[in-house]
């Protein structure tokens, strides 16, 4: 495969090393193997072949950890049937590789329009220049008579009891590869209008119930995340042990120190998501300042939630991965007036997430021995760029899969 050096007047690495102004990166076999001054490398690799992008700044790819992407955006956004699901699922992925996401941590709750499993989902992204985790979830949505579906369960409608049934989770939390929402503590609205889901925000568990299913993953060496907003859930969620938080919207002060103390990552989704409102900027930083490890994922396809009053949309249409950026931005800039540096800043949509995705050995900084998984943009994504047309070229294991210059 082949080497090259690329170049450009800003390196934002999201390591120790920080920002590398007229930065140079050597890329061989897919890997990274070397990030520093183009005047220092420059010599060592005179032979390397040069990609000059001197007017851009470089940062690693973006890492959406909570999307829906392939199981429900389908059927959404395009008239498909189950023989084009998948089809429109490659087109969707293609989409959020042009918007600069080079892997994704996706959801499979089960959906009654459907019934491919994860291996169904695997399969039709073999080759897809795009890293995707498949979490296994079961999903409770809040209609007058809820509804509950699980991964391992396809179309069918499954009954409250089995939803903690000792077969069902485990078989979920085997095929699970990383802590998404995994369980829905409350019932969700999804992408319902809210007459439709009187019940969404309905707490669906016991704590007995919620320790169990726990236990269960924990016993096979996985970690768990949960679909969790209100006090008294996320209070529940933390008595039970979840690592990892989706949404937590209106999460307090003292669970914010509790988990903090407990090592329990956030994945924020300042879009929606549940009954309440979403993460607000404040929000974000707040929980930074706690030291917990926040994401910002965008749980695409959403619509926005209306007391969002942070988001520039003004229609409720379903939102994509093309606004992961946009949605990022009023947490980051609020950090970056704080005193955060840009490195620290970015992380919420490289690094953390791809700590989430437990591939942070991978992808998510640039690093010698990572993967080449990086962006060429007009700015810093989030912070200074917001629209999808400033990623000018993006890279997946060395290789360039968008160029908006051609
Ligand atoms: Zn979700």
């Known amino acids: 495969m082949m080497n090259y050096m690329i170049c450009s007047k800003k390196i934002v690495t999201v390591t120790a090393l920080g920002t590398v102004l007229d930065g140079a990166m050597v890329v061989s076999d897919g890997k990274i193997t070397a990030v520093g001054k183009w005047a220092d490398l420059r010599k060592q690799y005179s032979d390397t072949k040069m990609i000059d992008c001197t007017d851009k700044v470089i940062t690693p790819a973006l890492v959406d950890c909570h999307t829906h992407l392939l199981e429900f955006a389908p059927s959404s956004i395009y008239p498909v049937t189950p023989e084009t699901h998948l089809l429109a699922g490659r087109n969707i992925l293609f989409h959020a590789l042009s918007c600069g996401i080079t892997a994704l941590g996706e959801q499979v709750c089960g959906h009654p329009l ?22 296994a979830t079961s999903i409770s949505i809040g209609f007058e008579k809820l509804a509950h579906f699980t991964s391992v369960t396809g ?3 499954v009954d409250q009891r089995e939803l903690s049934l000792p077969c069902i989770v485990k078989e979920i939390a085997r095929s699970s590869e990383y802590p998404g929402e995994n369980i829905f503590i409350n019932a969700t609205p999804a992408n319902f209008k809210a007459t439709e889901v009187p019940r969404a925000g309905e707490i669906v568990y016991t704590l007995e119930e919620l320790k169990q299913i726990v236990e269960t993953y924990h016993q096979l060496d996985k970690r768990i995340g949960c679909h969790v907003a209100g006090k008294a859930g996320i209070q529940m969620a933390l008595d039970a042990g979840f690592n990892v938080l989706h949404h937590a919207h209106g999460i307090t002060e003292d669970q914010l120190n509790f988990a903090a103390k407990q090592g329990v990552k956030l994945v924020a989704t300042p879009i929606g998501g549940t009954h309440l409102k979403p993460n607000s900027p404040e929000d974000i930083l707040i929980a930074v300042k706690k030291g917990i490890d926040v994401s910002i994922s965008t749980d695409a396809y959403l619509p926005p939630h209306p007391e969002a009053s942070w988001l520039p ?19 980051m800039k609020l950090l970056q007036k704080q005193g955060y540096g840009e490195n620290e800043i970015l992380a919420l949509l490289t690094e953390n997430p791809a700590k989430i995705l437990k591939k942070e050995d991978h992808f998510g900084r640039l690093e010698p021995g990572l993967d080449a998984n990086f962006i060429v943009a007009d700015g810093v994504p989030g912070l200074e760029i917001t629209d999808v047309e400033q990623i000018r070229k993006v890279f997946y294991r060395g290789k360039k899969v968008i160029d908006r210059d051609r």
């Open 313 to 331: 949309f003004c229609s409720q249409s379903l939102k994509g991965p093309d606004v992961l950026m946009l949605i990022a931005q009023p947490g």
């Open 155 to 157: 179309s069918r409608n």
């Open 114 to 135: 459907c019934d491919f499993s994860i291996e169904d989902y695997r399969q039709a992204l073999a080759e897809l220049p795009i890293d995707v985790s498949f979490a």
